[in-house]
């Protein structure tokens, strides 16, 4: 069974900093680009950051720019974004999502929502003092 399961959400005071991770099961993340996305209720889900499967190309949402990294250890299957700066505008639940498309260039486009194939239950970051 193809898996992604989010973990490292929780509370933290603005300032902080959490590290989530996504780690697949059932498959390899090898061959797979990996984005992160983030939901707060009553919105659509907007894409964070994503990353390619060589993890080269990589990107960022205008608002994390600075303040998130994107990283993958495809020995581990998992890939990592860390934060860094919380504010209370970052609370959200946050999903990783994997698919076999390439990003190219170094600073590629992250391919919204519809084009993500596996997604995982998403974990609860809540920043608030």
């Known amino acids: 069974q193809l898996q992604l399961v989010e973990s490292g959400g929780g509370l933290v005071q603005p300032g902080g900093s959490l590290r989530l991770a996504c780690e697949a099961s059932g498959f390899t993340l090898d061959y797979y680009s990996v984005g992160w996305f983030r939901q707060t209720p009553g919105k659509e889900r907007e894409v964070v950051s994503c990353?390619?499967?060589?993890?080269?190309?990589?990107n960022y949402a205008d608002s994390v720019r600075g303040r998130f990294t994107i990283s993958r250890d495809n020995a581990k299957n998992t890939v990592y974004l860390q934060m860094n700066g919380l504010k209370p505008e970052d609370t959200a639940v946050y999903y990783c999502a994997a698919s076999t498309f390439a990003l190219l260039g170094p600073f590629p486009m992250c391919p919204t929502e519809s084009e993500w194939r596996y997604w995982g239950q998403g974990t609860q970051v809540t920043v608030s003092s």
């Open positions: 990353i390619n499967n060589n993890g080269v190309s990589l």
